[in-house]
């Protein structure tokens, strides 16, 4: 099969190439190849499948059903990988839950599903996380409700065992009333608010922890400017941190929870207009280094509720791709190479594999075509896009099974 008419873009840029895939894997890159099979590609990218390392199954129930469901989804979107969440129910932290999570991705073909552990159970013990990730999870996942005794006990654990900690700074005593941002809107609506101050307390802890025990952090879900002002410092010190952010908090402030809109309720909850520019301005000057589509689908029973009572979450991984095209690289925020580094290579890298390169030997199963001359408006009560036009539809590779 050969791939024409393409512009081939990864994190080396884009180049005008003909791409030639043989038994799933490329095999040629080059101008004027020649096969009896030619797909044209009429000007469309070909870009690395995406990677995702914040998702949710629906209603973070974990099941067979749902995870196939959310493989479907993410085909759709131009995501190949995916990392789920470890706080589902029930939780990835013992040997039982991750070998029936295992077994309920077995037969799931066109994305890879990987999983991340919960470092502490319900009880706040410690999980057995040496044996977990020696049996394929990919990363602990942490929030920092847990004490600084059993942090430091999580953070041996990974620079024993050389991975990334997914962190989640939040503090308990400041989150539990709350249900979206502390300030003029949720006193309007009058909300119970959380301070930005919840996350901002944590990330400084966790950076001292990062310096003084070596090891690797990713900032799952940040949502303040002050936290990546932080996260910034850190890295300039030589602190392996790193922050990943949503493209919903790049986009929407929590002026969208206005009129009680129960999709706009997002853990962690929608800035302030004024920190949604902050949070621009930093992915511009390069100081976010992950971006995620923080899926987390739930039934209408759950959604459809008082806002203080619905659950958190929004629904974007079918139409991921369209969602970071058309609100990042289409309104000039970054370009489409510079997408590529952040929704693929750079989660790759916390998750200890490679990605975000297109040359010859990779697997077919890890590209995807991109049209951006498409369109189509959303129809989805659960999206923060419902009734909006986005552009560009995803066109994954043929499967070995597509093939006549």
Partial sequence: MLISNAVVCDVNGERNVDVQIQD????????????????????????????????????????????KTLAKEARKGGVGHIVLNADATPAIDNEVVLEFAQNGVKDIKGVKI????????????????????????????????????????????VKMYDVTLFCKPEDNSLINAGVMLEGDVSSKLGLAGIPELSEVLHVSRMIEIA???????LFKSIASPRSIELITKAKKEGVHVSCEVSVHHLIYSDEACEGFNTTAKLNPPLASREDVILLQNALKN????????????????????????????????????PIYYTKLVKSGMISMSELVKLTVENPAKCINTKAGIIEVGQNAADIVLFDTNEKKVIHNAQSLYNGEALFGTAIPMPEESDKT
């Fill in 24 to 67: 799933g894997v490329i095999v040629a890159i080059g101008e004027n190849l020649q096969d009896e099979n030619v797909i044209d590609a009429q000007g469309a990218y070909l870009l690395p499948s995406l990677i995702d390392t914040n998702v949710r199954v629906l209603d973070s129930s974990l099941n067979a059903k749902n995870i």
């Fill in 114 to 157: 990987d999983f991340m552990l919960n470092a502490l159970k319900e009880d706040m013990a410690l999980s057995n996380i040496a044996i977990l990730l020696k049996k394929g999870v990919v990363a602990p996942y942490m929030s920092t409700i847990a004490k600084n005794n059993i942090a430091i006990k999580i953070a041996e654990y």
């Fill in 211 to 217: 310096r003084y025990f070596n090891i690797k952090i």
């Fill in 286 to 321: 390069g100081d976010i280094d992950v971006l995620s589509v923080l899926h987390q689908p739930n039934s209408p029973v759950n959604k459809e509720v008082a806002f203080f009572d619905a659950a958190y979450g929004c629904e974007a991984l079918e139409d991921a791709l």
